[in-house]
T-cell receptor
């Protein structure tokens, strides 16, 4: 079956540092890829998406590129803020079914 | 995107009792999903609920334990029945409001069973 593997957390960074959260996947079909963010006490929010190879999803300074050759969808941000502290989930949807990674907790310190 | 109101936001329940979680969507959606998120873990799909038909349950989840109702295109409930401490978790509803290109989630129900 499909699976999503995220880099283990937690990740702690200083404000304005560069962020990378690695995500790789396995899928039998041609999935769409997503990053969701979950702030404390809230549900998941869609952060960005990419629906085909080489697509780049971007939102709020975050970016991720759909790399079919490496089956990866790494999340990056050039300069993180304290307000980016949250749990980040990589996910895929394939044939109508979604699979989520285990989540990576990011803490940004001032 | 759709807006989902999920209630209750949290509850502490006695073992052996049942809790019903409600999700109200501000627009009509065909598919609604119920997930469980155990502490520090990822989301596990419990079932998919389509209006007018019985919910489809994933492996490891059964209707007697997690009955679901979907009376119309904007509302669904999930009941956690005969609860035990192992049911302590966050329960989330979500909808496919982007034609398969991303889901919108409710804010979750944090359930503690004592």
């Amino acid at each position: 079956g499909d699976s999503v593997t995220q880099m283990e957390g937690p990740v702690t960074l200083s404000e304005e540092a560069f962020l990378t959260i690695n995500c790789t996947y396995t899928a039998t079909g041609y999935p769409s890829l997503f990053w969701y963010v979950q702030y404390p006490g809230e549900g998941l929010q869609l952060l960005l998406k990419a629906t085909k190879a080489d697509d780049k999803g971007s939102n709020k300074g975050f970016e991720a590129t759909y790399r079919k050759e490496t089956t990866s969808f790494h999340l990056e941000k050039g300069s993180v803020q304290v307000s980016d502290s949250a749990v980040y989930f990589c996910a895929l949807t394939d044939a109508g079914k979604s699979t989520f990674g285990d989540g990576t907790t990011l803490t940004v310190k001032p | 995107s759709a807006v989902i109101s999920q209630k209750p936001s949290r509850d502490i329940c006695q073992r052996g009792t049942s809790l019903t979680i409600q999700c109200q969507v501000d627009s009509q959606v065909t598919m609604m999903f119920w997930y469980r998120q155990q502490p520090g873990q990822s989301l596990t799909l419990i079932a998919t609920a389509n209006q007018g038909s019985e919910a489809t349950y994933e492996s490891g989840f059964v209707i007697d334990k997690f009955p679901i109702s979907r009376p119309n295109l904007t509302f669904s409930t999930l009941t956690v029945s005969n609860m035990s401490p192992e049911d302590s978790s966050i329960y989330l509803c979500s909808v496919d409001d982007r034609g398969g290109y991303g889901y919108t989630f409710g804010s979750g129900t944090r359930l503690t069973v004592v």
